[in-house]
């Protein structure tokens, strides 16, 4: 696990870059800390961002509610064994979606599945996030999205698990989203449903198996 002094570090570096309106930064900011979370990026990299406020981001990130919490823990840690305290922490995947057109992609999964725009990045734009609750897609601008000209059968994009599926189904059904598949019961006793979007990237929907 990284040390006090690595935090500290990181903190300073969101505070620059902050300073320095290094766009992605922005994103991590209205994503973590739920006071920005209101706020456009550009609202964000406008606003007041202090070396407390860069603490706090970085101990969130790693899981603390606070920047005390974190150095507490971190404490604790340390008398712990060094393979524990070497033991990377992955925090959360953001799958990436090659599409043919960023805006349009970005009107389908608000449209049909209830997604909204976090960000586009680009004039026209070629980069893109889009979110709902905890999940988070990337939007990435290509000329032949891979799966368009020949879709393969069952190759998914992205998988996103959720607790309560059938509400979310008949949601996207009345919403008349493009199933690849409908709901069903897998054998090793998932739920899932597919949908395709229009550049042929399959995203699945899934409960965790009993």
């Not at 202090?50 to 990130?61: P, S, T, W, Y």
């Not at 939007?139 to 393969?152: G, M, Q, T």
Request: aromatic letters at 12%; hydrophobic letters at 40%; a neutral charge.
């Amino acid at each position: 696990m990284p040390t006090l002094e690595h935090h500290k570090k990181q903190a300073k570096l969101y505070l620059k870059w902050h300073r320095e309106r290094y766009y992605p930064v922005a994103d991590a900011i209205g994503s973590i800390l739920p006071r920005f979370r209101h706020l456009t990026d550009s609202q964000i990299l406008d606003h007041g961002f202090k070396l407390a406020d860069a603490q706090e981001l970085v101990a969130r990130k790693s899981g603390f509610e606070s920047w005390l919490a974190l150095k507490k823990g971190l404490q604790t840690v340390t008398d712990r064994t060094a393979t524990d305290a070497a033991r990377p922490f992955l925090a959360f995947a953001e799958p990436q979606l090659f599409v043919s057109d960023i805006e349009a992609a970005c009107d389908f999964y608000r449209q049909k599945l209830g997604f909204e725009t976090r960000f586009t990045y680009g004039e026209p734009p070629f980069y893109a996030q889009i979110i709902r609750d905890g999940a988070r897609l990337n939007l990435r601008h290509i000329d032949k999205p891979p799966f368009a000209a020949n879709p393969a059968d069952d190759l998914l994009a992205a998988t996103i698990v959720l607790d309560n599926i059938k509400p979310l189904f008949l949601e996207f059904q009345a919403a008349e989203a493009p199933f690849h598949q409908t709901l069903r019961t897998e054998p090793w006793g998932a739920r899932t449903f597919i949908v395709r979007d229009p550049d042929g990237n399959l995203i699945c929907f899934a409960t965790s198996a009993n």
